[in-house]
């Protein structure tokens, strides 16, 4: 066995060293992303196991908050490390403290997690470029939502990943409806604004697809989502799909900028956060800084 310590890596400001862990969780038992009291969270159960690890309380930083019941298969967060903390986690007997954090927090995360074994999985852990943020220098978000449109695609075994949906879907016009909302807008329509916070998102991608199996996939992916969005954006594209309505219909609301009886949310949980994306090391900062002066 080689005792021999890993070489400390370059450390930010303040002397801490930043940490991305990617992660991916089923949803279904949390009451989503965000630390509320009394109630079980994803971040809550996951700075419980960093505590139990690291020893001291840890905050976290997510590329996405998810909804209650939402899924997430690229979710991406950092924290915030002493060069003490994070040579300490290799105990004298790993070469690399990564090696020895992604085997540590399972365990811990198991621990908290008890009869959850396993709702939630950190699939790596390392440390971050300079000037990394998990929120402020991603790209973009990517989601699907699974939709079955009728009986004869309701498999029991996807009853909890997938829309039973009772009508039939035309993906012809759910794609007509859903590429008049593509690009920088106001998505004030199909959002549950907060307070000081902008409504305007860069839609990116819109779109279904029908697969070999009959379920519908619908992709989203936008540089940012506001609360809620994704599942309004989906819920509203429904009228479209079943015919109630005209495919310019979702223009036509997202112009109006008002929400109301119409405003409809899709159930959650067939949405997953699929993938964030980041720029390039050399650009993370700056990423990061306009995104943060576009956001307050």
Request: with cysteine; proline share 5%.
């Amino acid at each position: 066995m080689n005792d021999q310590k890993p070489a400390a890596p370059a450390l930010g400001g303040g002397g801490f060293l930043r940490i991305r862990l990617d992660l991916s969780y089923d949803g279904g038992p949390f009451n989503g992303w965000a630390v509320q009291p009394g109630l079980r969270t994803v971040q809550g159960v996951l700075e419980e196991a960093l505590e139990l690890l690291i020893r001291r309380p840890v905050r976290v930083t997510v590329a996405g908050r998810t909804d209650a019941g939402v899924h997430a298969r690229g979710q991406v967060v950092h924290l915030d490390l002493s060069e003490a903390e994070w040579l300490g986690l290799a105990r004298g007997h790993e070469l690399d403290p990564a090696v020895a954090m992604m085997r540590r927090i399972r365990g811990a995360l198991n621990r908290v997690l008890g009869d959850l074994h396993g709702a939630v999985e950190v699939h790596r852990a390392a440390p971050a470029p300079e000037g990394f943020d998990a929120r402020f220098s991603a790209l973009w978000r990517r989601y699907s939502y699974r939709i079955a449109d009728g009986p004869a695609l309701w498999d029991p075994l996807g009853r909890y990943s997938t829309l039973w949906h009772k009508n039939p879907l035309d993906v012809g016009l759910l794609n007509e409806g859903a590429a008049q909302l593509l690009g920088l807008q106001n998505f004030l329509a199909f959002c549950k604004p907060r307070e000081g916070a902008t409504t305007i998102r860069d839609l990116q991608r819109f779109e279904f697809a029908r697969g070999e199996n009959g379920v519908i996939v619908a992709t989203v992916q936008a540089d940012a989502f506001c609360h809620n969005m994704v599942r309004a954006l989906v819920g509203s594209a429904l009228y479209v799909g079943e015919g109630v309505v005209e495919p310019g219909w979702l223009y036509e609301r997202l112009l109006a900028k008002k929400r109301d009886a119409k405003s409809v949310l899709a159930a959650p949980h067939p949405l997953v956060l699929e993938e964030v994306a980041y720029p390039s090391d050399g650009e993370l900062l700056a990423r990061a800084e306009l995104t943060r002066a576009l956001r307050e």
